[in-house]
């Protein structure tokens, strides 16, 4: 048993396994750069949800700061007893259990990251789109231009972004930040297709696609290069402990897979404000260290996996990624695959 800041971790034989894992897929040769392209061809025509894809939590939070204003969704704090008592320190404890990665979105592409979880709000008198959580962040502009020179220089790997979580955005505001996806995206975008089953990593190669977009809010009803969220589940853990979400994991995993979603798996704990006051000294990367030992365990012998998110992806040599795409590797032949033939496009915008 370690402590980290006054929070206790169990570690048995964890970190030897998670080294196992490393030196397992270095001898594998994955270049979670290009991991993608580099795929089995057997894989190639696999649905690309039922593909295993490494994905972060909460993708954009290495930007937040203390230095920064608090954020829509993290004004609870600024408004609580509990900040008033912190009085100057609550931005710098609020920042330290704010901070979910540290590795900025291009160096999680580079290291084998492919799916980005988004918190996004609007900043008074700022005509920008900000990453929150609790704190801003870098602006949406900053970070979709660094996927997109990821993209540029790797034609066959393929990114999906979910917003979420949107503060205070208008209509006027929404339709502003779809226009800079866009502008940024372009012909990369891949617009809603009937069946999800039916887009593999051939045919989005074929169509020169690299970017899915799943946007949560109505408005996605609307645009036809938009995922809304009945093609995508991300059911939250909401948990503290190791064993908890190894549990919720589990009993998520024993569910019927939806044929027509993307499934997300959260490997993630969730501090509460008074599991944060009782370790005011602490960070949120000591409590991610007991979600990866937790989640190391559980993904042991899993082969049929979609999306699976953690936080601080690049803990231990990065050995998330490594193991989440390893499992590809692992995975038997699909029983469903589509034999090459291409998704049917929805021709119109669907209808309210």
Same mark, same amino acid.
């Given at each position: 048993?370690?402590?980290?800041?006054?929070?206790?971790?169990?570690?048995?034989?964890?970190?030897?396994?998670?080294?196992?894992?490393?030196?397992?897929? +270095?001898?594998?040769?994955?270049?979670?750069?290009?991991?993608?392209?580099? &795929?089995?061809?057997?894989?190639?025509?696999?649905?690309?949800?039922?593909?295993?894809?490494?994905?972060?939590?909460?993708?954009?939070?290495?930007?937040?700061?203390? $230095?920064?204003?608090?954020?829509?969704?993290?004004?609870?704090?600024?408004?609580?007893?509990?900040?008033?008592?912190?009085?100057?320190?609550?931005?710098?404890?609020?920042?330290?259990?704010?901070?979910?990665?540290?590795?900025?979105?291009?160096? +999680?592409?580079?290291?084998?990251?492919?799916?980005?979880?988004?918190?996004?709000?609007?900043?008074?008198?700022?005509?920008?789109?900000?990453?929150?959580?609790? $704190?801003?962040?870098?602006?949406?502009?900053?970070?979709?231009?660094?996927?997109?020179?990821? *993209?540029?220089?790797?034609?066959?790997?393929?990114?999906? *972004?979910?917003?979420?979580?949107?503060?205070?955005?208008?209509?006027?505001?929404?339709?502003?930040?779809?226009?800079? /996806?866009?502008?940024?995206?372009?012909?990369?975008?891949?617009?809603?297709?009937?069946?999800?089953?039916?887009?593999?990593?051939?045919?989005?190669?074929?169509?020169?696609?690299?970017?899915?977009?799943?946007?949560?809010?109505?408005?996605?009803?609307?645009?036809?290069?938009?995922?809304?969220?009945?093609?995508?589940?991300?059911?939250?853990?909401?948990?503290?402990?190791?064993?908890? $979400?190894?549990?919720?994991?589990?009993? +998520?995993?024993?569910?019927?897979?939806?044929?027509?979603?993307?499934?997300?798996?959260?490997?993630?704990?969730?501090?509460?404000?008074?599991?944060?006051?009782?370790?005011? *000294?602490?960070?949120?990367?000591?409590?991610?260290?007991?979600?990866?030992?937790?989640?190391?365990?559980? &993904?042991?012998?899993?082969?049929?996996?979609? /999306?699976?998110?953690?936080?601080?992806?690049?803990?231990?040599?990065?050995?998330?990624?490594?193991?989440?795409?390893?499992?590809?590797?692992?995975?038997?032949?699909?029983?469903?695959?589509?034999?090459?033939?291409?998704?049917? $496009?929805?021709?119109? /915008?669907?209808?309210?």
């Amino acid at each position: 048993m370690a402590n980290r800041g006054n929070i206790e971790v169990v570690v048995p034989d964890a970190i030897v396994e998670i080294q196992q894992i490393n030196s397992l897929n +270095q001898s594998q040769v994955i270049d979670l750069k290009q991991w993608m392209q580099n &795929l089995p061809q057997r894989l190639h025509n696999v649905p690309l949800n039922c593909i295993s894809i490494p994905g972060s939590h909460d993708s954009g939070a290495y930007s937040v700061s203390s $230095l920064k204003d608090y954020a829509p969704d993290g004004r609870f704090l600024f408004n609580s007893r509990v900040g008033q008592l912190l009085g100057s320190a609550a931005k710098k404890v609020m920042c330290d259990w704010m901070r979910t990665q540290d590795l900025n979105c291009k160096e +999680q592409l580079e290291n084998g990251i492919r799916y980005f979880d988004f918190r996004v709000a609007t900043k008074h008198e700022s005509s920008d789109f900000f990453i929150v959580h609790g $704190l801003y962040g870098d602006s949406m502009g900053t970070i979709l231009d660094s996927i997109k020179e990821f *993209l540029d220089l790797n034609s066959k790997e393929i990114v999906l *972004l979910h917003f979420q979580h949107l503060y205070v955005i208008s209509n006027d505001d929404h339709h502003r930040l779809l226009q800079q /996806i866009t502008d940024v995206f372009g012909s990369k975008i891949c617009p809603v297709v009937r069946k999800v089953e039916e887009v593999t990593l051939s045919w989005m190669w074929s169509q020169q696609y690299q970017v899915l977009v799943f946007y949560v809010n109505d408005i996605a009803n609307y645009h036809p290069f938009l995922w809304t969220k009945e093609f995508i589940t991300n059911p939250w853990p909401k948990v503290i402990k190791g064993d908890e $979400l190894i549990q919720f994991l589990t009993e +998520q995993h024993k569910q019927e897979k939806p044929l027509r979603k993307f499934v997300v798996s959260q490997g993630v704990l969730t501090p509460s404000a008074s599991f944060i006051m009782r370790h005011p *000294l602490s960070k949120f990367r000591d409590l991610a260290e007991c979600a990866h030992l937790a989640l190391q365990e559980w &993904l042991k012998g899993k082969q049929d996996l979609n /999306i699976v998110i953690s936080d601080f992806v690049d803990m231990k040599d990065c050995w998330f990624p490594r193991m989440v795409v390893g499992l590809n590797y692992s995975r038997s032949n699909h029983s469903e695959e589509v034999n090459g033939k291409g998704p049917r $496009l929805l021709s119109t /915008i669907r209808a309210p």
